[in-house]
């Protein structure tokens, strides 16, 4: 079954702006992970957090994670027409080898 | 370049048929994976081998075959293909304990 759900499932802002997507699940987890997908490609990894982790950066990339809410933030900040793209919270939960992809949301960013 | 390729990249077939689909990792990770994804970009883990053993099989038809014939491949082949198995199919692979999952590029396959 569906682990995660992504809100919004589709963002669109101004190049420069900050965006923000967020990922709830419902089972204890090892870690989360934010991927991207751009249209017509694979996923890339973006970024992982464990389970005893509260907050992590990579470069313009601001994760959040609350195990008590069961949620996690992604934030972009001064967003580029380049980070225009699918993004998908996963989670691997406790005890399990495999990660269960929430819905996506669609980013675009207009110039 | 290390990867996770795989091929072919686009397969238009007809009911019934038979296909495969290979990929190949050398980045030398133990744990090798294929997930499905729908036309909504859903995407749902089928298969995940651990250095050559199946260990996760997520309640796939068995007219889904994965193989595993050394640790940096994962092949599937599909049997009696359905309409309902078109979509685009990632191969991904993962190093031991908890790290992430390096994709390939996915093979759209369409069933007419």
């Known amino acids: 079954s569906q682990q995660g759900e992504e809100d919004p499932q589709a963002l669109s802002i101004q190049e420069g702006e900050n965006a923000t997507m967020n990922c709830s699940y419902k089972?204890?987890?090892?870690?989360l992970q934010w991927y991207r997908q751009n249209s017509g490609r694979g996923l890339v990894h973006l970024i992982l957090?464990?389970?005893?982790?509260r907050e992590k950066h990579s470069g313009r990339l601001r994760v959040t994670l609350d195990t008590s809410k069961k949620s996690s933030s992604l934030l972009i900040t001064a967003s580029r027409a380049a980070d225009t793209a699918s993004y998908f919270c996963?989670?691997?939960?406790?005890?399990?080898?495999?990660?269960?992809f929430g819905q996506g949301t669609r980013l675009t960013i207009n110039p | 370049d290390t990867a996770v390729s795989q091929t072919p990249k686009y397969l238009v077939t007809q009911m019934g048929n038979d296909k495969s689909i290979k990929c190949e990792q050398n980045?030398?990770?133990?744990?090798m994976y294929w997930y499905k994804q729908d036309s909504k970009k859903f995407l749902k883990i089928m298969f995940s081998?651990?250095?050559?053993?199946?260990?996760i099989n997520e309640t796939v038809p068995n007219r889904f075959s994965p193989k595993s014939p050394d640790k940096a491949h994962l092949n599937l082949h599909i049997n009696s293909l359905e309409l309902g198995d078109s979509a685009v199919y990632f191969c991904a692979s993962s190093p031991q304990g908890h790290y992430g999952y390096t994709f390939g590029s996915g093979t759209r396959l369409t069933v007419v």
């Open positions: 957090i464990r389970s005893n982790e």
């Open positions: 089972t204890s987890i090892n870690n």
């Open positions: 980045l030398g990770h133990d744990t």
């Open positions: 081998y651990n250095n050559k053993e199946l260990i």
């Open positions: 996963a989670t691997e939960r406790q005890g399990a080898q495999k990660l269960v």
